[in-house]
C-alpha cells in the first residue's frame, strides 16, 4: 500500500515557507503501516496542481495534498482535485453552515469569501474542521483516495489525527505499521560504517539505511510489522548485530544527542568539565551547558582566538584548575596551508592526551565538526 505527499503553495515552491507539513504527514502514515513512496511540492497554479494530483493517483493508493484550502484567490485545491478527478465543484449548503458558525463562535464577522471554502469536489466526503475554518474532504475513486487537508499546521495536525488515520485504517483495512530506529555513531566516516553494515543494508524487512551530518553517521532501521512487538524485535535484531560491530562508536539512539551521552559519562564517573576554545563559534560550551541542566558537571567555558600551535594540554588543565573542575577539555580550529585543522587536548590528573584532525569540508561547517569531534574525545577517553 503506497502513498503520495503534495504540499501545495507558491511560497514553499520558492524556499520563503519550510514544509513541516510533509514530514508530520509522512511519520503519520508509517504509523499505520502505509508507505511513503513520493512527496512533492507544487506553486498555487490550477493547471500544475491537477496534473500532480493526477500523477499521484496513477501511482499511489493514498495522495495527500495540504494547502491551498483557504478563502482567498490562490487556493486552488478544491478545483485543481475536481479537474483531476473529471468531477465538478459543488456548494455545499451544510458546510457553509458549518463555517458561519465556526465564525460565530469566535465573534469574527465572516467575509464573502469564506464562502469559497464552501464549495467541494462533486461526490467527495467533506471533514469538518473544529479548529479552523478550512475544511477537508476525501475524494475516492475506486482504487485510490485523495484527502485535501489545510496547510495551517496545527488544523492539518488535528484533522489527520482525529479523521484521516482513523479513515485510512478502516477504508484500506490496514492492521501493520512502520516503526523506525535511528542509530547515532561518532568518529567513522560514513564509507566506514557502510563497510561495517553493508549487509544488513541489503535487508528487505527492515530496511537499513545511512545519512551522514556534522561527523555522526545515522543508521535508519525501518520495519514494517503487524504489531508493535513483532516490529520491535525486527529492529532489535539488526541493533544488536549493529552494535557488535560497531561498539562504543555508537553513542544513542533517536533522540539522545553527543552532548547528552558526555554528560552521563562524566556523571557515571563522577567529574566536571571546563573548556577553552576558539574557531568553534562558542559550540562546545553551549552543547554541554544546554545538556548540563543545572547538575553542575558543566563548569564554565571560554572563548580565546588561538591557532594550532598552543600546548592543548597545559591549556585544558589552566581551564580544569581555574574553574574547579576534575577534567579539562580544550578545541583549537585552525587554518593551516588553506586547510582546516581541529585540534583537540584533554586533561585529567590521570594524565592527558590530544588529537588532530583533518577537515575538508566548508568553512561554514567547521565550529559543528570541531564540537562532534570534542565532545566525543571527552566522552570516549
Not at 473544529?130 to 485510490?144: C, K, L, Q
Not at 544513542?252 to 552521563?264: N, W
Request: hydrophobic fraction near 45%; include cysteine; aromatic fraction near 4%.
Amino acid at each position: 500500500m503506497n502513498a503520495e505527499i503534495i504540499a501545495i503553495g507558491t511560497e514553499i515552491v520558492l524556499g520563503d515557507l519550510v514544509d513541516t507539513n510533509t514530514a508530520h504527514i509522512a511519520r503519520k502514515l508509517r504509523s499505520i503501516g502505509l508507505d511513503v513512496l513520493y512527496t512533492s511540492a507544487v506553486g498555487d497554479n490550477e493547471d500544475r496542481i491537477a496534473d500532480a494530483v493526477r500523477h499521484g493517483l496513477k501511482r499511489s493508493q493514498v495522495v495527500i495534498t495540504s494547502g491551498g484550502l483557504g478563502p482567498t484567490v490562490d487556493d486552488m485545491t478544491r478545483a485543481a482535485v475536481a479537474r483531476a478527478t473529471d468531477r465538478n465543484l459543488i456548494f455545499d449548503e451544510a458546510l457553509f453552515e458549518q463555517i458561519r458558525q465556526r465564525f460565530a463562535r469566535m465573534g469574527r464577522q465572516m467575509t464573502e469569501n469564506n464562502k469559497a471554502q464552501a464549495w467541494r469536489p462533486e461526490g467527495s466526503t467533506p471533514i469538518e474542521n473544529p479548529v479552523g475554518t478550512a475544511p477537508s474532504f476525501v475524494v475516492d475513486t475506486g482504487e485510490s483516495v485523495i484527502i485535501s487537508l489545510p496547510g495551517v499546521p496545527r488544523e492539518m495536525e488535528f484533522l489527520l489525527e482525529d479523521a484521516v488515520l482513523p479513515y485510512l485504517r478502516q477504508r484500506f483495512n490496514l492492521n501493520s505499521l512502520i516503526k523506525v530506529r535511528v542509530l547515532h555513531v561518532v568518529g567513522l566516516g560514513e564509507s566506514v560504517v557502510d563497510q561495517h553494515v553493508s549487509d544488513l543494508e541489503k535487508l528487505s524487512n527492515p530496511v537499513v539505511g545511512l545519512n551522514a551530518h556534522y561527523g555522526v553517521v545515522d543508521i535508519r532501521i525501518a520495519a514494517k510489522a503487524g504489531s508493535e512487538a513483532e516490529a520491535d524485535q525486527l529492529i532489535a535484531d539488526v541493533e544488536r548485530t549493529a552494535r557488535e560491530r560497531l561498539g562504543e562508536a555508537i553513542f544513542g539512539a533517536d533522540s539522545d544527542t553527543l552532548e547528552e551521552a558526555v554528560m552521563a559519562k562524566l556523571a557515571e564517573r563522577g567529574e566536571q568539565v571546563a573548556v577553552v576554545e576558539s574557531g568553534t563559534l562558542g559550540r562546545i560550551a553551549g552543547k554541554l551547558a544546554q545538556a548540563d541542566q543545572g547538575r553542575g558537571l558543566f563548569r564554565g567555558g571560554e572563548i580565546k582566538s588561538l591557532d594550532g600551535s598552543v600546548d592543548l594540554e597545559a591549556l585544558a588543565k589552566s581551564a580544569a584548575e581555574a574553574s574547579g573542575a576534575n577534567c579539562g577539555l580544550a578545541c583549537v580550529a585552525s587554518v593551516q596551508d588553506k586547510a582546516v585543522e581541529i585540534s583537540v587536548g584533554l586533561w585529567r590528573a590521570s594524565g592527558a592526551r590530544h588529537w588532530q584532525f583533518k577537515f575538508g569540508g566548508h568553512p561554514a561547517l567547521v565550529p559543528d565538526w570541531a564540537a562532534t569531534m570534542a565532545l566525543n574525545a571527552l566522552r570516549r577517553y
